[in-house]
């Protein structure tokens, strides 16, 4: 996704940039200045034309959870076969853990430097293979911090009960078959939203396509919130990424942040 379509928008509009660059956050120490990090958007408009874009945008957690859950590499299964992340395009049609397939209206991608001397980082979670059961995942995989899997970690099956929740990778890691990897150069990673929050098979391990939340966008500033929603233009307001298809295992606030490339 990202070679196809660079060369169609290289340009990062100036109006993105001056307002990103100059965005700030007022707590009891004071004025805290955020990065921010260029990322590349494909997506279809509610007209059905395609959207290409650059942008830059705020390295807080609502901006870097969109961009932050599949490795290139990463397997998705399509109504015509297998395809692989980097190759996925607004319009694809993904199978959904429901039996449905549903259409790929937005594709995200950034580059992240994961490893930096003396600086706070969060590593990449590898699955092996057949983790969870038989080939799930079928292959080792890859994922980035803004991911959730279908499955319910064990020291959360109490407060689950029956149903099965989305939960952040990290609550996996074992240091055994799932594990931290730290790679030494930039990274690109990416995510995708359907026409309806979904779980999908990435590497045949059921996985969430993005959903901000239903309460992270009252969490942040009104201009925050406009340049979020700016990035997903087939969408007009927060409440049209739909309801969430499973529910959502709790997650402590987070602390850490992807390092600025």
Known sequence: MVLSYRAASTAVPSRVVSQTRSLSSKDQT?????????????????????????????????FENAFSAFARGTILQTETGEL????AQPGD?????????????????????????????TPLVRIMSDVFGQARPDRFLTLGPGARILQTPAHLRAEGGAQVMLSPVQEFVDGVNVIEVTPPTAVTLF?????????????????????????????????MRDLFLRMFPHISHASEFGPLAHPRAPEEPANRHLELV
């Open 30 to 62: 004071g004025v805290v200045q955020f990065g921010t990090r260029l990322v590349e958007i494909a997506a279809l408009r509610k007209d059905g034309s395609r959207f290409i874009e650059q942008m830059t945008v705020p390295t807080l957690p609502l």
């Open 191 to 223: 995510h995708i939203v359907l026409d309806r929050h979904a779980a999908i098979r990435a590497n045949d391990l059921e996985c969430e396509t993005f959903h901000p939340g239903s309460q992270s966008l009252r969490m942040v500033s009104h201009s």
């Open 93 to 121: 049609r993904l199978w959904t853990t429901s039996g449905q397939p549903a259409t790929v209206m937005w594709i995200g991608c950034a580059e992240f430097r994961l490893a930096q001397p003396k600086r706070e980082r």
């Open 84 to 87: 692989a992340i980097e190759d």
